[in-house]
């Protein structure tokens, strides 16, 4: 059992899609699935097949394509839970079953209501008919850091002895201290017997901003896989965020000894794609792919930088993915010369997605002068959504407003098909936009968020809007660019529209009815 190189367990659609508002489609939850195979991460945490048909969907789906990762489904310690993961993983290459079970008193008590032998017994019967279907099972100890530690450590034998070939230690509320948790996993493996046969991981959540720092000091405890997001995403104030844990490792190898199988080159292109999806933007001054991860307005840091780059960064922009070149390309350029961009940037499209992005690309060069590579990318981000189910379409935009008269917004909306034409009023000229729309779509949604940002420099930089609406305690984001920034405010609010639409059908469907966000 190789223990030099750190696993990396993703969570990202699983426990990142639980971020309030994150909620996934099939197709979307396999466009950064392929990008994690990409990255070569190590296993991929796909959902929880049993929480919904969308759900077991999208599993299987995941499975049926990953090859080069293994694909693993989360479990409840019941048997229909452990069956339903079983067939979503059915046309996997390597298929995991985590399952899981608190082990604090209080979680035992006031949650699951079972007395601390009936837990050790529900472990014992869960993980070997976990392994009976899959042979690969992990085992996670939930609310582990707040559990007594005695207690832990039989919980974590008996998984052991059922077979259970990996041992999550979750740091389920955030709570712990990096030295606590440390001790907490160098503990475990010293004390039960057969620990040093299994892989320890660690998942910590970061309601305390602990949760890097936890995962790195598990390891310093003998941990050899780290369960994390892309982003750090996930419940409450997130999870461990995937590119942190990795280029700590990375940058201080000297220290730890130890790395991993990422190509971090594809952290930039992964934080993108998820925060397209999600609606969910990363802060500036985020750690590793923030738009100021590498960024200098200091005078002393710019001298300094100029004079030798290791005076004031410690991993190069290139090791994460940043491209510093503009894409020499305009609209004379042919659609070999975009391949060949494509191909660099280490996109491969099927002949129909070419012929949709060129002709996107050349709308573009005939708007601005410059391309850049994140110009690019937003372009092929834009054209993931299911368009061709979209029950919404805008046809024409015209806004008018100033000093001299009121905002207005003139739209023409394809509703099913039909066009549908309405005038607006607001108190500005997006809020026109958002109030034509929703009266054209008959839409009771509210605008939880919007974000508007430039990708690149310049007056004709491409603009991109993300919002966030909630409907009937359904949530969806949507996201749109363009080098008008209201009509990337109408398509983002269009998009998420029609993303809402979806969910609405798939719940009549599955007889789902969603509870009010409070």
């Known amino acids: ?81 452990i069956d339903t993961a079983a067939r979503a993983l059915e046309g996997a290459a390597a298929p995991r079953i985590h399952v899981f079970l608190a082990t604090s008193a209080l979680h035992m008590e006031k949650k699951l209501g079972m007395s601390p032998e009936a837990v050790l017994g529900t472990i014992d019967r869960s993980v070997r008919q976990a392994v009976a279907r899959v042979g690969e099972v992990e085992f996670s100890a939930e609310d582990a850091t707040r559990s007594d530690r005695d207690f832990l450590a039989r919980a974590v034998g008996a998984a052991i002895a059922a077979g259970a070939r990996t041992i999550n230690i979750p740091d389920t509320v955030g709570y712990a201290l990096p030295s606590e948790f440390r001790d907490l996993v160098a503990f475990l493996i010293d004390s039960v017997p057969g620990a040093r046969d299994v892989i320890f991981s660690a998942h910590c959540h970061n309601d305390l901003g602990l949760a890097v720092a936890n995962s790195l000091a598990a390891i310093e405890g003998g941990a050899r896989q780290i369960e994390c997001t892309i982003n750090g995403i996930g419940e409450r104030a ?108 280490g ?85 026109a936009i958002y109030r034509t729309l929703s009266k054209l779509t008959g839409s009771t949604a509210r605008l939880l968020s919007f974000t508007v ?18 409907e009937e305690g359904r949530v969806a984001a949507g996201h749109g660019a363009d080098t008008d920034i209201l009509v990337a405010s109408a398509r983002a609010y269009l998009e998420a529209l029609n993303r809402l639409q979806r969910k609405k059908e798939r719940d009549r469907k599955a007889g789902i009815t969603p509870q009010p966000v409070l």
């Open 1 to 81: 059992m190789d223990k030099t190189t750190i696993r990396i367990f993703d969570t990202t659609l699983r426990d990142g899609e639980q971020s309030p508002g994150a909620s996934m489609q099939k197709e979307e939850k396999l466009q950064i699935a392929r990008q994690l195979e990409k990255m070569g991460v190590d296993i991929i945490e796909a959902g929880f097949p049993v929480a919904s048909p969308d759900d077991f969907a999208a599993v299987a789906a995941i499975a049926s394509e990953i090859r080069g990762a293994s694909v693993c489904a989360l479990a409840r310690c019941r048997p229909e839970d």
């Open 238 to 345: 997130g999870n461990a965020a995937m590119e942190e844990v990795v280029m700590a490792l990375k940058v201080r190898r000297a220290f730890f000894g130890l790395e991993t199988r990422v190509r971090t080159e594809e952290f930039i292109r992964a934080s993108r794609l998820v925060q397209t999806i999600t609606g969910m933007l990363v802060q500036p001054n985020k750690a590793i792919v923030g738009a100021n991860a590498f960024a200098h307005e200091s005078g002393i840091h710019q001298d300094g930088l100029l004079k030798d780059k290791r005076t004031y960064e410690i991993m190069l922009p290139e090791q994460v993915g940043l491209s510093e070149g503009a894409l020499v390309l305009g609209k004379h350029s042919g659609r070999h010369a975009f391949r060949s961009r494509l191909e660099a940037l």
């Open 347 to 431: 996109y491969r499209l099927s002949e129909e997605e070419l012929v949709q992005s060129f002709a996107r690309f050349k709308k573009l060069a005939d708007q601005k002068k410059e391309i850049y590579d994140e110009d690019l990318e937003t372009l092929l981000s834009e054209g993931t959504s299911d368009q061709d189910k979209d029950r919404f379409r805008l046809e024409r935009l015209a806004v008018s407003g100033g000093t001299l008269m009121p905002p207005t917004a003139t739209i023409v909306l394809a509703v099913d098909g039909e066009e549908r034409q309405m005038a607006g009023l607001g108190s500005g000229p997006v809020d």
């Open 453 to 470: 940002k430039g990708i690149t420099g310049g007056s004709d930089a491409l603009g991109e809007v993300t919002v966030r609406l909630e």
